[in-house]
T-cell receptor, first 111, second 112 residues
Framework: GQQVMQIPQYQHVQEGEDFTTYCNSS?????IQWYKQRPGGHPVFLIQ?????EVKKQKRLTFQFGEAKKNSSLHITATQTTDVGTYFC???????????FGTGTSLTVIP | NAGVTQTPKFQVLKTGQSMTLQCAQD?????MYWYRQDPGMGLRLIYY???????DKGEVPNGYNVSRLNKREFSLRLESAAPSQTSVYFC???????????FGPGTRLLVL
């Protein structure tokens, strides 16, 4: 079954509100990557986290990797209409060296 | 640089027909991947090639075969298409096995 789950599946926010998506793996991950996919487009790499407890920022985006390396989050401050799209986490499992994408969170920003 | 290119962009098949999806990258990447994307399921790895000459199964390999023709090209073959293989197929490449993946524009496949 699906190894990496994301919540929520969908999120509608007013422009200017904050947004967070959570990523949870059933097994420990070697690393966690985040991708953004615009409607009709292809996934585009945003960032990679490797260390336990790591936090990285890209302008209004903040990414965290959990201490146990089984969960991660992406937080967007003051959303803009350009943030619309589906956000996926993805990572390699320590066991079996398999790579899994999360189920994705679709973000709609209402102007 | 074109990055990752995929052909065709769209394809309609009848059940039982075969076809090959082509993927090429011009970034001199070692690793290449094939995914399928279905609504609500995210992207699922079908096969990957960590380096030229090697291929490995991903999460959903049944019904597919792959060929790493050379460092640039990685093809995905459906020998006998089934309606369950209706999906959007993405090819990706990365410099190393655990690194950033660069995706192609996708192939939309409909199997009737």
């Amino acid at each position: 079954g699906q190894q990496v789950m994301q919540i929520p599946q969908y999120q509608h926010v007013q422009e200017g509100e904050d947004f967070t998506t959570y990523c949870n793996s059933s097994t420990t991950l070697s690393n966690i990557q985040w991708y953004k996919q615009r409607p009709g487009g292809h996934p585009v790499f945003l960032i990679q986290l490797v260390k336990s407890g790591e936090v990285k920022k890209q302008k209004r985006l903040t990414f965290q990797f959990g201490e146990a390396k089984k969960n991660s989050s992406l937080h967007i401050t003051a959303t803009q209409t350009t943030d619309v799209g589906t956000y996926f986490c993805a990572g390699f499992t320590n066991t079996g060296n398999q790579f899994y994408f999360g189920t994705g969170t679709s973000l709609t920003v209402i102007p | 640089n074109a990055g990752v290119t995929q052909t065709p962009k769209f394809q309609v098949l009848k059940t039982g027909q075969s076809m090959t999806l082509q993927c090429a990258q011009d970034m001199n990447h070692n690793s290449m991947y094939w995914y399928r994307q279905d609504p609500g399921m995210g992207l699922r790895l079908i096969y990957y090639s960590a380096s030229e000459g090697t291929t490995d199964k991903g999460e959903v390999p049944n019904g597919y075969n792959v060929s790493r023709l050379n460092k640039r090209e990685f093809s995905l073959r459906l020998e006998s298409a089934a309606p369950s293989q209706t999906s959007v197929y993405f090819c990706a490449s990365s410099p190393v096995g655990l690194g950033t993946q660069y995706f192609g524009p996708g192939t939309r496949l409909l199997v009737l």
